[in-house]
């Protein structure tokens, strides 16, 4: 079965993006000390940051389609199961007996679990993208009044 997030995708690749492969390993922990690091070893966490912070983002854009596909869901399978409860007078009547529908409850714990996963990854991307933006000050800030070589050079690059 064709998801939300795999249509998406197919759109967007069809424009030249590819989706972000899942770095290796887990995304890493600051250290204690970030100046202990060596400017490479800095500049490889750096890395490793900002693969995360891509492919964070990239899964939080899948997660957003699956809740959005599973709200319409819910809104779909609510007003089924209303229209269903015609027997009862009252509008509180048909809420309560569209809430008790077996379809709506699962359909509500899907959303729930879409809406938790987006807030989640959203989490989870912004301390990625803190991280990185932290290395990114460290790597930038000079390290000495009479260090004149440029940064690239001292990369190896």
């Known amino acids: 079965m064709t998801t939300a997030a795999d249509r998406l995708w197919d759109e967007l690749e069809g424009m030249g993006?590819?989706?972000e492969e899942r770095p290796d390993g887990y995304l890493p922990a600051l250290p204690h000390d970030i100046t202990a690091l060596t400017e490479q070893e800095l500049m490889v966490l750096y890395g490793k940051f900002v693969s995360w912070v891509a492919y964070a983002a990239m899964r939080l854009v899948d997660a957003r389609a699956v809740e959005k596909a599973a709200k319409q869901n819910l809104s779909h399978s609510?007003?089924?199961?209303?229209l269903n409860a015609s027997m009862e007078?009252?509008?509180a009547g048909?809420?309560?007996?569209?809430a008790a529908d077996s379809q709506v409850q699962a359909d509500e714990e899907k959303?729930?679990?879409a809406l938790s996963l987006c807030e989640a990854l959203d989490m989870v991307h912004s301390n990625?993208?803190?991280r990185a933006s932290f290395c990114s000050r460290d790597l930038?800030?000079?390290?000495n009044s009479r260090d004149t070589e440029p940064r690239a050079h001292r990369w190896g690059v």
Not at 78 to 82: G, K, L, N, P, V
Not at 94 to 98: D, E, L, N, S, V
Not at 140 to 143: C, E, L, V
């Open 17 to 19: 993006f590819e989706r």
């Open 89 to 91: 007078k009252t509008v």
């Open 78 to 82: 609510i007003a089924t199961a209303s």
């Open 140 to 143: 930038s800030r000079p390290q």
């Open 128 to 130: 990625a993208e803190a």
């Open 94 to 98: 048909r809420k309560a007996a569209a």
């Open 111 to 113: 959303h729930v679990a």
